[in-house]
């Protein structure tokens, strides 16, 4: 009895009163829906987290169970973390010329693919929009084009070398020549399907071959040729390896046949994730680039 | 007499396609007068828009000639400024550089920077869009996308204005109001205009004179109307007016009485 006494006495005392004791009410209903918002929003990221991560926990333990018994002829991820932890965990140390972190690595690789790439593009969207304005071109050259598209990187080394007889253009070559056809071919199929309406207003305007291409044929055919420069910058960057087998120095796809030469296998399957994971990061910056640049030309 | 300011001589237009010539137009005259407006009317397929894009110097005629100002048409070019039926304003621009695309590139030598801009917004105005000069034609209705196909070619200064059929895709509504509109510039800028129509109405409300097209193949001019109404003519006043009510008469007995529309199949 005298607890709740107690507690009778000592409480109109402590609060203060009517005024307060309204906020007093809307406070909790205010925190409440503060709650729920940070829980929806938690709920989306685990909604989107959770899923890969556990598959991704689950394909390691896997891997760890095939690769763990001796004799099995690929390291497992454990052993991939202890042999190449400085790789893993600093991707920009420094230890001289030759032996330097995988980020810097990555860092040259990407330099070759922005030439090789950068120049496909460009030629690429020209091509492109002159077979698109030709019908006889377009027939002519497109079949050529989709037989020359599945010729693989590694099948134009020795042409390249035996073409450029240097190392370092033709790894650019080889970068260029792999990502060059989708450009094409998407660029044509673009500016083949510019509304005949829009080639109407231009003759009307007189606009003339410059003018027509930047105003006209570029905007209008933008979705084709971002798709065309996605598939294009994934093929670049397939070739990487492929094109640094050529060039030696310090890039990761010559890291890879590097590692494959000294059998230090934990290497290869770190530079493999690196790779995997700036492929993924060049194709979500294209498209990010495309739904930027082609934001009004989908409706009309 | 007056010289004729268009001229359509003897125009005949076919198409081919591998080895069979179909004959769209034939024999197609007309002299079309400065500050004229007249409506060219015909069934669906008749041919009524290949000889607009003729005058606009889009297709090539076969035979004959078109003439304005007693020079050949042979190219498109802004003094024959269209405005397209679906209106085919570039979707990657706004409505105000939607029509400055346009003045800059036919005053590009003649007017500063200022001027051009000024003149843009002048014409927007002209159609009261100038409030939505910042969109974008995804952004704005379908009567308002023709406004701004409108401001485009009258911001050319066309010797010839030419309407394909331009409020054919709106609701009856904002087609009225679209209708008074050109009245209203026409009668303020008196333009040369020829429009396309297959609205009866339409074409009574506006034109000078409206010539109806026969059934193709093979079109020619079935007979030229002169609508006798004054301007400025008032929507509301013209129902019951009985030069108005013959005249939509005559055109509808040329349409369903002589030359019906006979469907291919």
């Known amino acids: 009895m005298s607890a709740p006494a107690l507690k009778a006495q000592t409480s109109p005392g402590k609060a203060p009163p009517v005024k307060p004791a309204a906020t007093l009410l809307k406070l909790p209903t205010r925190t409440a829906a503060r709650q729920a918002q940070a829980l929806a929003v938690l709920r989306r990221i685990a909604t989107n987290v959770i899923p890969p991560t556990v598959t991704v926990l689950a394909l390691l333990l896997i891997w760890q169970i ?151 044929m570029i905007p209008s055919a933008a979705p084709y040729i971002f798709t065309g420069l996605r ?13 640094e087998m050529l060039t030696g120095g310090v890039g990761i796809g010559f890291f890879i046949w590097d590692a494959w030469n000294s059998s230090r296998l934990p290497d290869i399957v770190v530079a493999l994730v690196y790779i995997g994971l700036v492929g993924f990061v060049l194709d979500r910056v294209v498209g990010a680039l495309g739904s930027l640049a082609t934001r009004g030309t989908a409706a009309s | 007499m007056e010289r004729p300011y268009l001229k359509i001589d003897q125009v005949s237009k076919s198409f081919t396609r591998g080895g069979d010539v179909s004959e769209v137009l034939r024999d197609v005259s007309l002299t079309i007068h400065k500050g004229e407006f007249v409506s060219i009317i015909g069934h669906s397929g008749c041919g009524k828009s290949t000889l607009l ?53 036919v005053f590009s030598r003649t007017r500063t920077r200022a001027q051009r801009h000024d003149w843009t917004m002048h014409n927007l105005e002209l159609v009261q869009m100038a409030h939505a000069k910042d969109k974008r034609p995804a952004e704005i209705s379908g009567g308002m996308k023709q406004r701004v196909g409108i401001a485009r070619a009258l911001s050319m200064e066309p010797k010839v204005l030419l309407l ?72 509301l006043d013209l129902v019951s007016n009985p030069t108005y009510i013959r005249a939509r008469e005559a055109v509808l007995k040329f349409l369903y009485e002589r030359h019906r529309f006979v469907e291919a199949a």
Not at chain 1, 231 to 242: E, F, N, S
Request: glycine content about 8%.
């Open chain 1, 66 to 216: 095939l690769c763990d018994k001796p004799g099995a002829t690929l390291p497992s991820p454990l052993a991939v973390w202890k042999e190449a932890h400085d790789l893993i965990v600093d991707p920009f140390f420094v230890h001289g010329s030759q032996d330097v972190g995988l980020g810097w690595r990555v860092l040259v690789s990407l330099q070759r693919v922005a030439i090789g790439f950068g120049l496909a593009a460009v030629v690429g969207i020209l091509v492109g929009a002159l077979i698109g304005q030709s019908d006889w071109a377009m027939r002519g050259l497109d079949p050529v084009f989709q037989v020359l598209r599945t010729v693989p990187p590694l099948a134009w080394l020795p042409i390249s070398l035996a073409a450029f007889r240097d190392s370092s253009p033709s790894a650019i070559f080889v970068i260029f020549i792999t990502s060059i056809w989708p450009i094409i071919i998407n660029t044509a199929v673009g500016i083949r399907n510019i509304p005949h309406d829009y080639r109407n207003v231009a003759a009307v305007l007189r606009l003339n071959t410059f003018e027509f291409f930047y105003r006209i």
């Open chain 1, 231 to 243: 598939i294009g910058i994934g093929l670049a960057w397939l070739a990487i390896v492929a094109a």
């Open chain 2, 53 to 105: 894009n003729m005058v606009a110097g889009l297709l090539p005629v076969t035979t004959g000639a078109i003439l304005l100002e007693d020079r050949e048409v042979n190219a498109p070019g802004p003094d024959r400024a269209v405005v397209f039926q679906n209106h085919s304003l570039l979707p990657w621009l706004s409505v105000y550089d939607n029509v400055k695309l346009a003045v800059d590139k």
């Open chain 2, 164 to 235: 394909d059929e331009p409020f054919g895709a709106l609701d009856a509504l904002t087609r009225a109001h679209l209708q008074d509109s050109v009245m209203q510039i026409h009668a303020s800028l008196g333009n040369t205009v020829i429009m396309i129509t297959h609205d009866v109405d339409e074409a009574v409300l506006l034109s000078d004179r409206i010539v109806m097209l026969t059934n193709g193949p093979a079109a020619h001019v079935g007979e030229v109307l002169d609508v006798g109404l004054a301007r400025p003519r008032k929507r």
